[in-house]
């Protein structure tokens, strides 16, 4: 729950102990029963088995449970840290936007999985021409972006709010820099300049 290292806190218990139901405990292997609060070290203290985090991931910040050089997204998070929590997904280190970070591995994955076909719908800006029906119609086909990648069926909505050269693209799978790959593989000098995920 971020309240230090194993080693620390079995140093600490039985040493000064915690406050579980009223008793003190000192035994490091004294076994819960259920998710009570404790008292540990002055501070309350609540077991959450599954953590859920929405964030608005700025641009800049990696998506990534820990990098040595750069901020990550879990950086971000300023309260009581946990240290079993991952980004779902990823989002560029440019891309802005809706991010979710868990514990939660197994709804993850049905977020992720291509199988289970999950929409993730994005702002896209792009320099250059501006986007026509063709081009949506060529994302509602599947588009073919690199020699062996062709992305699958999208939906295009040109200029919701009223500037052409925006569109909401959205998505059922996720792979490295795809929607970037997509605009530039319709031409016309077309390439992202901001990326936004909306949902």
């Known amino acids: 729950m971020g309240a230090g290292t194993r080693s620390e806190i079995r140093k600490n218990l039985r040493k000064n102990g915690a406050r579980i139901g009223g008793e003190t405990i000192f035994d490091p292997g004294f076994l819960l029963d259920g998710f009570p609060e404790i008292l540990y070290q002055g501070e309350s203290w609540q077991y959450e088995l599954l953590v ?7 641009a800049g910040v990696l998506s990534a449970s820990e990098d040595r050089k750069q901020k990550t997204v879990l950086d971000l998070i300023s309260e009581r840290k946990r240290t079993d929590l991952f980004p779902v997904g990823r989002l560029d280190k440019d891309t802005e936007g ?11 994955h049905r977020l992720l999985a291509p199988k289970f076909h999950v929409d993730k719908t994005y702002l896209v800006r792009t320099e250059g021409s501006a986007f026509t029906k063709e081009n949506a119609a060529r ?6 972006y690199d020699e062996t990648l062709t992305a699958l069926p999208a939906r295009m909505e040109i200029a919701p709010f009223g500037d052409p050269r925006e569109a909401l693209v959205t998505i059922r799978e996720g792979k490295f820099h795809q929607i970037k790959k997509m605009v530039a593989a319709l031409g016309g000098g077309r390439e992202v300049s901001y990326l936004r995920r909306i949902s």
Request: aromatic share 12%; net charge negative; glycine share 8%.
């Open 52 to 58: 859920w985090y929405m964030m608005n991931k700025p």
């Open 98 to 108: 809706l991010l979710l970070i868990t514990n939660d591995g197994e709804t993850a």
């Open 139 to 144: 994302f509602a086909e599947g588009i073919r």
